[in-house]
Nanobody
Framework: QVQLVETGGGLVQAGGSLRLSCAAS????????LGWFRQAPDKEREFVAA????????EYADSVKGRFAISRDNAKNTVYLEMNSLKPEDTDVYYC???????????????WGQGTQVTVSS
C-alpha cells in the first residue's frame, strides 16, 4: 500500500511559478514510476507529467512542455513538479500518482493522492 500526500498548491498570478511536492510512504520508492495529473470540475483527469523508475526518464503533456519539470528524490521518497510561466488554463486540482515499475507513464497508476488546488489568476 502506498500513501501519497501533495503539498505546494495555491494562488499565483499568470506568469508566476509554483512547486508541488508529493511525499510517498512506499517501500522501494525507487521502483515506482510517478506521475502528476490534473482535473477540473466536470472534466476528465488529464495527464501532466511522469518520471519513470528506469533512469528517471520523463514524459510531459504537450500543453506543459518547456514550462513544467518533474523530478524525484528517492532518498526523501518525494516527487516534485516545478511549474513555471503559469497560465490561467493551468488552474486545476493536481494529483500525484504512483505505480510499481511501469513502462507506459501515462496510465495504469494504482495509487493516488488527495489532490492540491492550483489557481492561476489572469
Amino acid at each position: 500500500q502506498v500513501q501519497l500526500v501533495e503539498t505546494g498548491g495555491g494562488l499565483v498570478q499568470a506568469g508566476g511559478s509554483l512547486r508541488l511536492s508529493c511525499a510517498a510512504s512506499a517501500r522501494a520508492f525507487f521502483r515506482h514510476s510517478l506521475g502528476w495529473f490534473r482535473q477540473a470540475p466536470d472534466k476528465e483527469r488529464e495527464f501532466v507529467a511522469a518520471i519513470s523508475w528506469i533512469n528517471d526518464n520523463t514524459e510531459y503533456a504537450d500543453s506543459v512542455k518547456g514550462r513544467f519539470a518533474i523530478s524525484r528524490d528517492n532518498a526523501k521518497n518525494t516527487v516534485y513538479l516545478e511549474m513555471n510561466s503559469l497560465k490561467p488554463e493551468d488552474t486545476d486540482v493536481y494529483y500525484c500518482a504512483a505505480r510499481l515499475y511501469g513502462l507506459d507513464l501515462k496510465s495504469d497508476y494504482n495509487y493516488w493522492g488527495q489532490g492540491t488546488q492550483v489557481t492561476v489568476s489572469s
